[in-house]
């Protein structure tokens, strides 16, 4: 049995003082929490966040990171520099990363090497829009994001990598995917893991669902059998919200 992961993405939310305040309330409501629980903070949070989370059982994540890893990369951050603030995990291939900046499958390869190799665990986030689901598009678009952002990466990384599945169509909507359309994704996701990275990668990789993920629906989701954990986006910046979702993880 996979062990649930729970990730709050802040996105561009919270200053360091926030960081600050969230965390002394949270950390008391989540000592005793058994399931892995990941902060993302936007990068001027990190520093701190980091220094807060270091004797918890809460680890610490990024949103982005560049692809090499030093240079003149202007307003850039590395995956080295990610590592020193303490952080474990970073969201590579986040929609609005795909659509608010433009990135491509192949950046979203590039920075995916650049975590494995940097010792980060990629999240690798994968999802289609309204129109493509619509247009009975989900599994081709799934296919080619997958496809080429995992393309030849080795076996050694398998064990680091998680995948999201978040619709488009449900980030920030308040529209959440039923849990027969988040479970029918995340299957159809381990078989193309399994069939195209080996049964063992198929079996241990896991699978989080995020797209409108609130403490109301978090059980229903995370009953699922190839859901292994939410990615929350505004839900997480509640810090009781946010336990009342870990409460509901198994370890
Ligand atoms: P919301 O939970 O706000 O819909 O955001 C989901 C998301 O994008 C998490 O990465």
């Known amino acids: 049995m996979r062990a649930h992961l729970i990730a709050g993405n802040w996105k561009m939310n919270k200053t360091p003082s926030e960081t600050e305040v969230f ?83 192949a950046l979203v390869r590039c920075k995916l090497e650049a975590a494995v190799s940097g010792g980060l665990h990629p999240i690798l986030c994968v999802g289609e ?14 296919q080619t994001q997958l496809g080429s952002d995992l393309a030849d990466l080795s076996a050694r990384s398998f064990p680091h990598l998680v995948v999201a599945y978040e619709p488009v169509w449900a980030i920030g909507t308040g529209e959440t995917a039923t849990t027969r359309q988040a479970q029918d994704a995340a299957a159809w996701i381990r078989e193309w893991l399994r069939r195209e990275l080996g049964a063992s990668a198929g079996e ?17 989701l995370l009953a699922l059998p190839d859901v292994d ?11 009781v919200g946010l336990a009342q979702i870990v409460a509901e993880a198994r370890a």
Do not use: W
Not at 73 to 99: K, N, P
């Open 23 to 105: 965390l002394a309330r949270f950390l008391p409501l989540v000592s005793q929490a058994e399931p892995e629980i990941v902060l993302l903070p936007a990068f001027p949070s990190l520093h701190r966040a980091g220094c807060l989370l270091c004797k918890t059982n809460v680890r610490l994540g990024a949103q982005d990171l560049h692809p090499e890893p030093r240079g003149a990369f202007t307003g850039a951050v590395s995956a080295e520099m990610l590592i020193d603030c303490g952080c474990r995990y970073v969201l590579v291939g986040h929609s609005e990363r795909r659509h608010v900046f433009g990135e491509s499958n």
């Open 129 to 142: 829009t309204l129109a493509e689901r619509r247009a009975g598009e989900t599994e081709s678009v799934l």
């Open 204 to 220: 241990t990789i896991r699978i989080l669902y995020g797209g409108s993920v609130k403490p109301d629906n978090a059980a229903e």
């Open 229 to 239: 954990g939410v990615l929350v986006g505004g839900a997480s910046l509640d810090p």
